[in-house]
């Protein structure tokens, strides 16, 4: 059985730092890309980054590039998500997800299985 279970969320305030944390089971981590996403309310769930399974490269949305970092901890089965000089815009859901491409890939079609997700709240 597949798991996705984030960790992390939290009230920051503006410019604050958060990591999140993605502890996957149940599958081959390395054979899979990994994605975090997020959700506002109100709005659809868009992609925010990626790493792709055991190429190493990273992918992010322009509106966290510069801010954000994805890594992986292949010994932990993990994948993180460093915010840093985070803004009010940045408060949504965040789930990760894990996709059987080999590649990053921004569609959220692409990636079979979720987690539960894990509330970033930023104030101003």
């Known amino acids: 059985q597949v798991q996705l279970v984030e960790s992390g969320g939290g009230l920051v305030q503006t410019g604050d730092s958060l990591t999140l944390s993605c502890a996957v089971s149940?599958?081959?981590?390395?054979?899979?890309?990994m994605g975090w996403f997020r959700q506002a309310p109100g709005k659809e769930r868009e992609f925010v980054a990626g790493?792709?399974?055991?190429?190493?490269?990273?992918y992010y949305a322009d509106s966290v590039k510069g801010r954000f970092t994805i890594s992986r901890d292949y010994a932990k089965n993990t994948v993180y998500l460093q915010m840093n000089s985070l803004k009010p815009e940045d408060t949504a859901v965040y789930y990760c997800?894990?996709?059987?491409?080999?590649?990053?890939?921004?569609?959220?079609?692409?990636?079979?299985?979720w987690g539960q997700g894990t509330q970033v709240t930023v104030s101003s």
């Open positions: 997800a894990a996709s059987e491409f080999r590649l990053v890939v921004k569609s959220r079609d692409a990636y079979a299985y």
């Open positions: 790493s792709a399974g055991n190429v190493g490269s990273t």
């Open positions: 149940g599958l081959t981590f390395s054979r899979y890309s």
